[in-house]
T-cell receptor, first 112, second 109 residues
Framework: GQQLNQSPQSMFIQEGEDVSMNCTSSSIFNTWLWYKQEPGEGPVLLIALYKAGELTSNGRLTAQFGITRKDSFLNISASIPSDVGIYFCAGQLVRSQGNLIFGKGTKLSVKP | EADIYQTPRYLVIGTGKKITLECSQTMGHDKMYWYQQDPGMELHLIHYSYGVNSTEKGDLSSESTVSRIRTEHFPLTLESARPSHTSQYLC????????FGPGTRLTVT
């Protein structure tokens, strides 16, 4: 089946540092979504992207829809301890009926 | 904020029991989904529905079954629970973007 390659798999950073993670694929997507999941909870939608080249912010989070439509990036600026969690990218393929393909997640740990 | 609910949140049950995990949404979304996820791991789609009386199996084979008799309700049933069914089950709905419920953590002893 289709796959999304999400990296890095995990990150250990100091509070205040910036974070970058990305998802890539060999397939073309028409939607990219970024979710955050905390232990014992369901994923929460952070940012949705719909157009190639689109750059969207949500507070300290910024995500971009890659120009080739095969990748997406999420940046977190000035990380804080509550940023801890697993971040998942998800993409919707062109001509799909809406089902998403998920990356395997990036586990973020922040040291105060 | 998405209005999607799952009950129970936690369930510990013995082998061989029949269980039903409930999922409801109040957004009027046609599309609903069930995912299975082991802690800290990737999400696996096990069932989806595009509307009332429509159900399909997902990418990961599952012994569970689902039904969609009402738009807002998408329950998942296991006829005979086994320890291999121990996992977190996440329900989601979509009217464009996909929103998740809080999940049910199932433990089969």
């Amino acid at each position: 089946g289709q796959q999304l390659n999400q990296s890095p798999q995990s990150m250990f950073i100091q509070e205040g540092e910036d974070v970058s993670m990305n998802c890539t694929s060999s397939s073309i997507f028409n939607t990219w979504l970024w979710y955050k999941q905390e232990p014992g909870e369901g994923p929460v939608l952070l940012i949705a992207l719909y157009k190639a080249g689109e750059l969207t912010s949500n507070g300290r989070l910024t995500a971009q829809f890659g120009i080739t439509r095969k990748d997406s990036f999420l940046n977190i600026s000035a990380s804080i301890p509550s940023d801890v969690g697993i971040y998942f990218c998800a993409g919707q393929l062109v001509r799909s009926q809406g089902n998403l393909i998920f990356g395997k997640g990036t586990k973020l740990s922040v040291k105060p | 904020e998405a209005d999607i609910y799952q009950t129970p949140r936690y369930l510990v049950i013995g082998t061989g029991k029949k269980i039903t995990l409930e999922c409801s949404q109040t957004m009027g979304h046609d599309k609903m989904y069930w995912y299975q996820q082991d802690p800290g791991m990737e999400l696996h789609l096990i069932h989806y529905s595009y509307g009332v009386n429509s159900t399909e199996k997902g990418d990961l084979s599952s012994e569970s079954t689902v039904s969609r008799i009402r738009t807002e309700h998408f329950p998942l049933t296991l006829e005979s629970a086994r320890p291999s069914h121990t996992s977190q089950y996440l329900c989601a709905s979509s009217g464009g973007e996909q929103y998740f419920g809080p999940g049910t953590r199932l433990t089969v002893t």
